[in-house]
Nanobody, 114 residues
Framework: QVQLVESGGGLVQPGGSLRLSCVASGIIFSAYNMGWYRQVPGKQRELVAIITSGGTTNYSDSPKGRFIISRDNTKNTAYLQMNSLKPEDTGVYYC????????WGQGTQVTVSS
């Protein structure tokens, strides 16, 4: 059974930082492309960042230069370091694993507000 478990969300003031983690089980983690997506009410889930099995990263325009995606294959864990957070970064952040099939975590809420 595949499980992706996100953690690290919360309430943070503008300009602050958070680090999200996604622990995977039930898959050969090192073979999967891992991604982080954000969803806000009434809108479609959108890509934030991805990291391939080979370590290549790609970011959407909004977080570029502020967020860093990484992975630790020894811990079956993907990370999203979020710096200089803005109110528009608010949303539920979902972890994904993709290799043919797609798997999703349950999401973690990030709220950026003063």
């Amino acid at each position: 059974q595949v499980q992706l478990v996100e953690s690290g969300g919360g309430l943070v003031q503008p300009g602050g930082s958070l680090r999200l983690s996604c622990v995977a089980s039930g898959i050969i983690f090192s073979a999967y492309n891992m991604g982080w997506y954000r969803q806000v009410p009434g809108k479609q889930r959108e890509l934030v960042a991805i990291i391939t099995s080979g370590g290549t990263t790609n970011y959407s325009d909004s977080p570029k230069g502020r967020f860093i995606i990484s992975r630790d294959n020894t811990k079956n864990t993907a990370y999203l370091q979020m710096n200089s957070l803005k109110p528009e970064d608010t949303g539920v952040y979902y972890c994904s694993a993709h290799l043919g099939s797609w798997y999703w975590g349950q999401g973690t809420q990030v709220t950026v507000s003063s």
